[in-house]
């Protein structure tokens, strides 16, 4: 019987909620982004990945712990790590300078349908129809999202920048499975790979970019908060979430991530309302709901009887000389 026919247990079910933060963390990616827009992308990556390591080095000295024990990490560790994040900003990077925006956050956004695929490939995980079908809800309302009910037009001469949306894609839904897979490799190792990321964008803006800084204290905040969460904390509680949870549920789940973040923009006043975000909602929540239907059923309580014959059952395979009938015992005995 494979792991996914057992009942799940409250500890996966707390670590998938506990990854599902980071879907809300991301959401308020776009509205901070908003207000840092005249500061470089490498740039904004190198300070807030460096904000990250400092979080994820300060939570590992209020545990009593050394983080730099955690540097020694097989290399087979560090190269999913820091490819995985250094990697996935890159390539989406050049995607947005090389292709249309729409078009570039598209492609991209078939990671969370890509994580629900090569997660099927994990030992005791299957290919179900739940997670498939939810994720592709969640694509097609993302799709509708994005383009608000226009047509998309692909562009021979965007080839490149498709391509690099596409790898970006790819190489964020392999590190979210690999991460999974690579279970010596703990999640405060995290914090050695955000900052050799930081470092690694550090040189990219050093070559690609013009150093700017924010001209308002506004701005400050916005790039504090980035570090602080959608490109810090986010990647520790995703991390945790992915290693523990249920990766097929977080991979449809995330198509929320886009859904909030335009709700935020529209709340905040930087993006108007339109009839496409309704109809959105409709189906990312629906998919992420059949998405996660397995997982909620598996939560239901077994019967009392069950629980309690089971619970016997397993005591006495662990005890076989306990003696439940004693009076018996003595009967024989006389």
Known sequence: MSNLQHPATADRLRATMIGGTAILIWSTLASLATLVSTIPPFQIVALSFAIASLIGAGWTITRGDNPLRYARQPALAWLVGVGGLFG???L???ALQSAPPVEANLINYLWPLLIVLFASALPGHRLQSGPIVGALAGLGGTLLL???????SLNTADLPGYAAALASAIIWAGYSVLRRHLARSPTEALTGFCLVTALLSLACHWILETTVWPDQAAGWLALLGLGLGPVGAAFFVWDHGVRHGDIRV??????????????????????????????????IAGGSLLASQELLRDRRPRAFS????????????????????????DRKQL
């Open 88 to 90: 996935y900003h890159f």
């Open 92 to 94: 989406f990077f050049i």
């Open 146 to 152: 994005v383009t608000q009910g226009g047509s998309v």
């Open 250 to 283: 977080l991979g449809a789940l995330s198509y929320l991530t886009p859904l909030l973040s335009t709700g935020l923009l529209i709340a905040c006043g930087l993006a108007t309302g339109h009839w496409t975000v309704w109809v959105s909602c409709l189906l």
């Open 306 to 329: 069950d629980q309690v014959g089971s619970g016997w059952a397993q005591k006495m395979r662990q005890n076989k000389d306990l003696e439940l009938f004693p009076i018996q015992r």
